[in-house]
């Protein structure tokens, strides 16, 4: 990202120790560390957010692929898409369900209760 070698980040020490001083030097590094990460963290959220939406929008495009041409005979990719949105849809319309082996244990569990 930067071509900075090892002399330059020398001549910024110094630079840097003359400024702050040998008081204020070690806060001020602890700071550019926080707001550095920070950056980071930030940057990799956006390209997260970005790969999500560039994913949806693909979805999206296959649906309508889908959609125009007959679902019986539709390319595995467009398949593999149908299906996947499938499978969100399902997750979004049950969220809070619970699970086949949580019911069956909490059924269970309500049985030997009223033992």
Known sequence: MFD????ELIVIAIL?????GPERLPGALRALQ???KSV????????????HELRIKELHEHLQQAEQLDMDKLPPELQRSVAELKAAAQQ????????HDDAAVTKKDDSDKHE
Do not use: D, H
């Open 92 to 99: 979004v319309q049950r969220p809070y369900a619970p699970k």
């Open 40 to 51: 980071r963290e930030f940057s990799s959220n956006v390209q997260n957010e970005l790969k």
């Open 16 to 20: 840097g120790l003359i400024v702050l």
């Open 4 to 7: 900075i070698g090892f002399w």
């Open 34 to 36: 926080r707001t550095v």
